[in-house]
């Protein structure tokens, strides 16, 4: 079957760094995507990868595992408005334009 | 740019009628999904369409239909509404197969 695994919750300090992880277990893999979404709004793409190792947008990085099945968004220096929800999702084959989508992580950002 | 954007914002109906949402990509995108977001769950793929086609869809009745127009737009309806179709739905795009997709504001349906 088909399953993306993400933490429900997450609360961290402004300022602060946080891991958002998130596992799969797909039939296939043909890359990895990141969205925030907040509350409310449309989701909004922050990171694609497609093969092992991590890439760097800013303050937001994101890091891949083929073998490990196994991704994490990594959040630098929170700002209060990176408090939103982030959704992992794997295109499982090419061609079928179909993103599968965990439920998402919460994260809380505290002053 | 303009983003993707989706018609109405809300939309109310009852249980049996149909519903129609729309949606408009980014100019130069040629690829069109649609998916719902129904509340505590995550995002299920619906329906995907490629120039014009039909080229993939998910796990869904076949009261879940759509188009996409000439000019790229596309149109989901839902037939013989059932509250449990109460949900937002989402509408992306790409500007090929492979590339990231896009999301638009959504369009919550609410079905009484």
């Known amino acids: 079957g088909q399953n993306i695994d993400q933490p429900t919750e997450m609360t961290a300090t402004e300022g602060a760094i946080v891991q958002i992880n998130c596992t799969y277990q797909t039939s296939g893999f043909n890359g990895l995507f990141w969205y925030q979404q907040h509350a409310g709004e449309a989701p909004t793409f922050l990171s694609y990868?497609?093969?092992?190792g991590l890439e760097e947008k800013g303050r937001f990085s994101s890091f891949l595992s083929r073998s490990k099945g196994y991704s994490y968004l990594l959040l630098k220096e929170l700002q209060m408005k990176d408090s939103a929800s982030y959704l992992c999702a794997v295109r499982d084959r090419s061609n079928t334009g179909k993103l599968i989508f965990g439920q998402g992580t919460t994260l809380q950002v505290k002053p | 740019e303009a983003g993707v954007t989706q018609s109405p914002t809300h939309l109310i109906k009852t249980r049996g009628q149909q519903a129609t949402l729309r949606c408009s990509p980014i100019?130069?995108?040629?690829?069109v999904y649609w998916y719902q977001q129904a509340l505590g769950l995550g995002l299920q793929f619906l329906l995907w369409y490629d120039e014009g086609e039909e080229r993939n869809r998910g796990n869904f009745p076949p009261r879940f239909s759509g188009r996409q127009f000439p000019n790229y737009s596309s149109e989901l309806n839902v037939n013989a509404l059932e509250l449990e179709d109460s949900a937002l739905y989402l509408c992306a795009s790409s500007r090929d197969r492979e590339d990231e997709q896009y999301f638009g504001p959504g369009t919550r349906l609410t079905v009484t």
């Open positions: 990868n497609v093969l092992d």
């Open positions: 100019s130069g995108h040629t690829s």
